[in-house]
């Protein structure tokens, strides 16, 4: 191993040394820091003990925005066992990776070694790339991806470029920005078009034919249960006002996104124009217009398919581009040439070190606390729900993943992520979420009550039976959640037979 990848791996081990740490102090063991990893290991369970893709074996469904990663995690399991801390292996071999190429392409970026290193530690002291490694979620393999597929463009390996950015897209869906700005970037010809457009499309259409087969849609359920408007939005039903969707939407995502990169490192947001201006002049076209993407991914998400901001849980949607964003910042030290820089150069190198050291610890704190959070409501949940209710139960959630995962009882998603058939009636509200409780009549609900205040007071049909509180909610939907037994649960003292409830409409 270099001085240099040894001096990237080092920065990469303090970061997640502090995490882990953290996660001790405050979780007390280890865990992920969002219930929607354990989405993937149920999915990848069930690919792992044959059943395919499905979260209830025997319904095929389209429930991961990353289904790279879900078939990543899959093979892995059936390799070595379905263990969740896997995923943890995966995701921290995935940053390596990422932050020793962000290295390479910050020093082609600059043809200065030192300011290849430097992005490359700097990549892996970021809290979210630290974050994303240990989440057990997919966007340390997404940034992976990016990074790769990036670093060969600016290699000319097109063929690779679009091969990597193409899987990226089944890692995490807004790195499609990318494609066409790549392929914009270089020569416009028909052999090269037709490279990319074959690539991409036999990378990606396997997945969009399964979204149609089993939603209708080209997306998964989960994006379509979540998208908020924007134009993706606008052709599944959705109507907002075009203010909303055209203005004030694109401009509060792209704040969000430059205080996201500034909560990271200070010192990004304020590099990254003159960054962009060193890679013009060093390579025009073909060197900025990849690196355009750090201004149309949050106008992007605005305008196509937003769900919440770029920042959202740790930047979950944004860290995929992290590794660029800090390539290009570093590329602006470039600028400063001659011997009379040299050391206004250092300066500024350590003053970025620096502030991402500054940003660890509160980093790693959310994380810790994320990951108490899920350890002892979802997880704890699952649980009792494993050790009190029959094997056969038909349990109604609004997390479905550790309660699915640790329990294994048949699920319906009342939000819709691997239920997509309760779409159309979410669009009722709490009404219409009654009215398919009543089609698909499961014998426990397990919900937050705050997000349904009517059915939490119905409780001459819904009765509680168990509910954990957090005292300290830093990520959970809600501050309780409830386990209660529904009308129709079989095991009861007088089930009442599969349908509406009296008063409710069929």
């Given at each position: 191993m270099s001085r240099r990848s040894l001096a990237i791996a080092l920065s990469l081990a303090l970061a997640l040394g502090v995490f882990l740490v953290r996660e001790r102090q405050?979780?007390?063991?280890?865990?992920?820091?969002?219930?929607?990893?354990?989405?993937?290991?149920?999915?990848?369970?069930?690919?792992a003990e044959g059943h395919g893709f499905v979260y209830n074996p025997g319904v095929h469904v389209s429930g991961s925005t990353a289904p790279l990663w879900t078939l990543l995690l899959g093979g892995t399991f059936a390799l070595a066992g379905s263990e969740p801390l896997l995923a943890k292996a995966l995701g921290v071999a995935a940053a390596l990776l990422t932050a020793l190429l962000a290295g390479v392409l910050a020093g082609r970026f600059t043809g200065h070694e030192g300011l290849g290193l430097l992005a490359g530690a700097l990549t892996a002291l970021a809290g979210p790339l630290a974050w994303g490694a240990l989440s057990g979620m997919e966007v340390s393999l997404a940034a992976l991806l990016v990074t790769g597929g990036?670093?060969?463009?600016?290699?000319g390996r097109d063929g690779a470029?679009?091969?990597?950015?193409?899987?990226?897209?089944?890692?995490?869906?807004?790195?499609?920005?990318?494609?066409?700005?790549?392929?914009?970037?270089g020569r416009l010809t028909p052999r090269r078009t037709m490279l990319f457009a074959v690539t991409a499309g036999l990378i990606v259409a396997p997945w969009v034919a399964f979204n149609l087969v089993t939603t209708g849609l080209p997306l998964p359920a989960t994006a379509t249960a979540k998208i908020e408007g924007g134009l993706i939005g606008y052709l599944a039903g959705s109507r907002e006002p075009l203010a909303t969707a055209l203005a004030t939407r694109p401009s509060r995502f792209l704040v969000e996104w430059v205080r996201w990169l500034g909560s990271v490192n200070l010192l990004t947001p304020v590099l990254l124009l003159p960054g962009l201006w060193l890679l013009w002049q060093r390579g025009g076209r073909a060197a900025v217009l990849p690196a355009a993407v750090l201004v149309a991914h949050p106008v992007g998400m605005a305008l196509l398919a937003p769900y919440r901001g770029p920042a959202f849980q740790e930047g979950r949607y944004s860290i995929h581009l992290l590794p660029l964003a800090i390539a290009v910042a570093v590329s602006a030290l470039g600028l400063l040439r001659g011997r009379f820089f040299v050391q206004a150069r250092a300066a500024v190198a350590i003053l970025l070190v620096g502030a991402s050291l500054w940003t660890i610890w509160p980093a790693a704190s959310r994380y810790g606390w994320a990951v108490q959070n899920i350890n002892a409501m979802q997880v704890e949940l699952g649980r009792w729900v494993a050790g009190h209710t029959p094997r056969e139960a038909r349990v109604a959630l609004n997390d479905v993943g550790a309660i699915a995962f640790i329990s294994r009882r048949e699920v319906v998603d009342v939000m819709g992520l691997v239920t997509p058939s309760i779409i159309p009636y979410r669009k009722a509200g709490e009404a219409g979420v009654?009215?398919?409780l009543g089609r698909a009549c499961p014998d426990f609900l397990v919900v937050f009550p705050a997000w349904f205040p009517r059915i939490a007071a119905m409780t001459?049909?819904?009765?509680p039976l168990h509910r954990v509180r957090l005292e300290h909610n830093t990520v959970a939907g809600a501050d309780e959640m409830v386990v209660y037994e529904t009308p129709w649960n079989r095991w009861g003292a007088a089930p009442r037979p599969c349908g509406p409830l009296a008063g409710q409409p069929a």
């Open positions: 405050l979780a007390g063991g280890s865990g992920f820091p969002l219930d929607d990893a354990w989405i993937h290991f149920h999915f990848a369970r069930n690919l990036l670093l060969a463009h600016s290699m470029a679009a091969a990597l950015l193409a899987l990226a897209v089944l890692a995490r869906p807004e790195s499609v920005l990318l494609l066409p700005l790549v392929w914009a970037a009654l009215r398919y001459a049909e819904f009765t």
